[in-house]
């Protein structure tokens, strides 16, 4: 079976029904974005530099992974990460994937995988403490992402939710979200539109605001993956 298999549907999903708020509330959240993401990156770009090295000493490929996903409106971009995996990932997926089932039905489930093996040691660390997602600032800062949003997802996830998509691309994509301060790696695929789909719904900047708090502590227990 191909890993890109949805084989899900999103009519009992609460699909919102009005565009949500306003504009008033976009252009406040694109300078919030503006100026909370380029100090970030002036802070932050020590430590940048030295997870890019340590990803690249441990195993052969590139610092970043640029990996298209699902943006607002109709079009897709191509999200940044620190690379966590071993450069030949998806090929081992398949592999994985193939050969035990236990796995496909977990895959299949979450869309990942609880315990990856393709993940390298140093990945590991940066997905515990999210790490890995500080170049997507960089996405924040071109307008491609938010800093609160909907997951960004991949085009083929939401090949099987035609009316979340839809409701979903409302709104840019965040580095964080509800569902990612709602339990992250411990809810199932449906759980995270339902999240996504909730904060279309509801979204004004003081949650924004709710959601960065939580995300603090997130990070601070290392509750990533």
Known sequence: MSVTEAGRHDTALPIPTSAGPLSGYGVAKRLFDIVVAGILL?????LLALVGLAVRLETRGPALFRQ???????????????????????????????????????????????????????????????????PQLWNVLSGDMSLVGPRPYMPHELAGHPG???????????????????????TTFEDRLRLDLAYVEGRSFRQ????????VMVIVRADGI
């Not at 990932?89 to 093996?117: G, S």
């Not at 580095?175 to 709602?182: I, K």
Request: hydrophobic fraction near 40%.
């Open 42 to 46: 002036g802070l932050l770009a020590p």
């Open 68 to 134: 298209r996903r699902c943006g607002a409106g109709a079009g897709t971009f191509n999200a940044l990460k620190f690379r966590t995996m071993h450069a030949d990932a998806e090929a081992r997926l398949d592999r994985l994937l193939a050969a035990d089932p236990v796995l496909r039905a977990e895959y299949q489930r979450h869309h990942k995988l609880r315990d990856d093996p393709r993940v390298t040691r140093v990945g590991r660390i940066l997905r515990r403490t999210s790490l890995d997602e500080l």
């Open 164 to 186: 979340a998509h839809a409701a979903i691309a409302r709104v840019k994509p965040g580095m964080t979200g509800l569902w990612q301060v709602s339990g992250r790696h411990r």
């Open 208 to 215: 924004d605001l709710a959601i960065l708090r939580r995300t």
